[in-house]
């Protein structure tokens, strides 16, 4: 189709060049809302969510242009790892709607996020290899994702066969990490440009499933007799404790080999620390283990700074891109692997 006849404004152009990570972004946004809103900051959690918002919209506009006028780069990026931050993305905002009161909305975002979640997974899958960058994780994140939404909603609405279904996708995710785990390449904490944090990102998510799992059951409900909430209660907490001992590999990484330039992939670096702070703070509650609360909102704030510098990351390389004979942003070709 001829470019004419392709909506496009400054904004657009910029967007539609970032790679499917950029998804990452309103992950990133979305969860360090959910993560200020556990901790009392509200105010902040909701200007967070605002931008989380517009920053979904943007990707779905795109997403749906894509898909009208681009099909075949939109299946081409379909068949990518990172597709799936759109599903993990919905699940977020749903997650955060839910803390709202808002379930018409969060339970919309289920629907459309579990629409998309059966398909995209298994033509990512079909594409999987060996010595991958953290997008193979993605995978797990999404499939956790559906479950911590769920898991809400569940707990929301005190509806018993949608707590189960979070709970048969909180275990697919587990299983999904476990095929993902030999495929990722270690070489990636040394040379990855952002998404390598996704490895310790998809544990923490699986983690903030179990705890809102644990969560969603009640005196009402029975969800779980004492040996399976013991058993989830058991996983939770491991998964947590493996999710802090990637943290500290990729942050020790982070200093041996320093990569100060920016790249989108980075957003995929600030939703792990995002969702490790909220993992930490949910836990800390469904498993009533207080002292955890305060390692939980230390990195909260860890979370924000790096939040602030890949957005200000970000900022620059938009005026770089719209300023003629500027240097490369830093974001090249090699962000759609």
Same mark, same amino acid.
């Given at each position: 189709?001829?470019?004419? &006849?392709?909506? &496009? ?27 200020? =809103?556990? &901790? ?22 795109? !997403?749906?242009?894509?898909? $009208? #006028?681009?099909?075949?780069?939109? /299946? ?25 009161? #808002? ?17 995209? $997974?298994?033509?990512?899958?079909? =594409? #999987? ?8 994780? /993605? ?37 999904? +990490? ?44 029975? $969800? ?7 058993? /989830? ?6 998964? $947590?404790?493996?999710? !802090? ?19 989108? @992939? ?51 390389? +938009? ?16 962000? @759609? @692997?």
């Amino acid at each position: 189709m001829p470019a004419s &006849t392709t909506p &496009t404004s400054p904004l657009h152009t910029w967007w539609s060049q970032r790679p499917p990570t950029a998804g990452a972004a309103v992950m990133a946004t979305g969860i360090i809302s959910v993560a200020l =809103h556990q &901790t009392g900051y509200e105010t902040l959690s909701r200007i967070a969510l605002a931008l989380a918002c517009a920053a979904w919209l943007a990707l779905a506009g795109d !997403f749906t242009a894509r898909l $009208l #006028w681009d099909r075949p780069g939109w /299946l081409k990026e379909a068949a990518t790892p990172a597709a799936l931050t759109a599903i993990a993305a919905t699940t977020v905002l749903g997650t955060r709607f839910t803390a709202l009161g #808002w379930e018409t909305l969060a339970e919309a975002l289920m629907a459309l996020a579990a629409l998309l979640w059966p398909g995209l $997974l298994i033509t990512v899958a079909r =594409h #999987w290899r060996r010595h991958m960058p953290g997008s193979v994780f /993605l995978g797990c994140v999404a499939t956790q994702g559906l479950a911590v939404l769920g898991a809400t909603l569940a707990a929301a609405e005190r509806t018993s066969w949608l707590a189960h279904t979070a709970l048969v996708l909180f275990w697919v995710g587990l299983a999904l +990490y476990i095929l993902a785990l030999p495929r990722f390449d270690p070489r990636q904490i040394a040379q990855g440009a952002g998404d390598h944090w996704v490895a310790g990102g998809a544990l923490a998510i699986s983690a903030l499933a179990g705890s809102k799992l644990l969560a969603a059951d009640g005196p009402d409900l029975y $969800l779980w007799n004492t040996d399976d909430a013991g058993v /989830l209660r058991t996983v939770t907490a491991a998964v $947590l404790v493996f999710d !802090f001992a990637w943290y500290a590999v990729l942050l020790i990484g982070e200093f041996a080999w320093p990569r100060p330039r920016y790249d989108v @992939r980075r957003w995929a670096t600030v939703f792990p620390m995002g969702m490790t702070a909220a993992a930490t703070l949910s836990v800390a509650s469904a498993e009533d283990v207080p002292w955890l609360e305060t390692p939980g909102e230390v990195l909260l704030w860890i979370a924000v700074a790096a939040w602030l510098a890949v957005t200000a990351g970000a900022a620059r390389a +938009y005026i770089g891109s719209r300023t003629p004979g500027a240097p490369a942003s830093g974001v090249t070709s090699t962000t @759609r @692997r």
